[in-house]
Nanobody, 125 residues
Framework: QVHLVESGGGLVQAGGSLRLSCAAS????????MGWFRQAPGKEREFVAV????????DYADSVKGRFSISRDDAKNTVYLQMNSLKPEDTAVYYC??????????????????WGQGTQVTVSS
């Protein structure tokens, strides 16, 4: 089992920045592809970003490219999502997830085995 805990969400004005953190338990963090998803009220959960086992390969949803950056520190068992130039449409609960997939580019929710509790991000206009 992997236990994931997100933090860093909050209320921010449009154009502002937030950094989300996801702390993972266990000693096998480096064996998991890590992703971020988000879900707004009344909408389906959507892919945001993914990072492979060693941090060498990254991918993002088109809606956040150029604004968000995903990174990981396996020594600290932590994955981050730096969010810049935030827009009201970024408002959602953000979830960290861990995947045992052998593909690094995991963009589907069903590819993930463990999920955090989520952290709320609200962007005011």
């Amino acid at each position: 089992q992997v236990h994931l805990v997100e933090s860093g969400g909050g209320l921010v004005q449009a154009g502002g920045s937030l950094r989300l953190s996801c702390a993972a338990s266990g000693r096998t963090f480096g064996m998991y592809v890590m992703g971020w998803f988000r879900q707004a009220p009344g909408k389906e959960r959507e892919f945001v970003a993914v990072i492979d086992w060693n941090g060498g390969s990254l991918d993002y949803a088109d809606s956040v490219k150029g604004r968000f950056s995903i990174s990981r520190d396996d020594a600290k068992n932590t994955v981050y999502l730096q969010m810049n130039s935030l827009k009201p449409e970024d408002t959602a609960v953000y979830y960290c997830a861990a995947s045992k997939s052998q593909r690094w580019r995991a963009t589907m929710s069903y590819e993930y085995d463990y999920w955090g509790q989520g952290t709320q991000v609200t962007v005011s206009s």
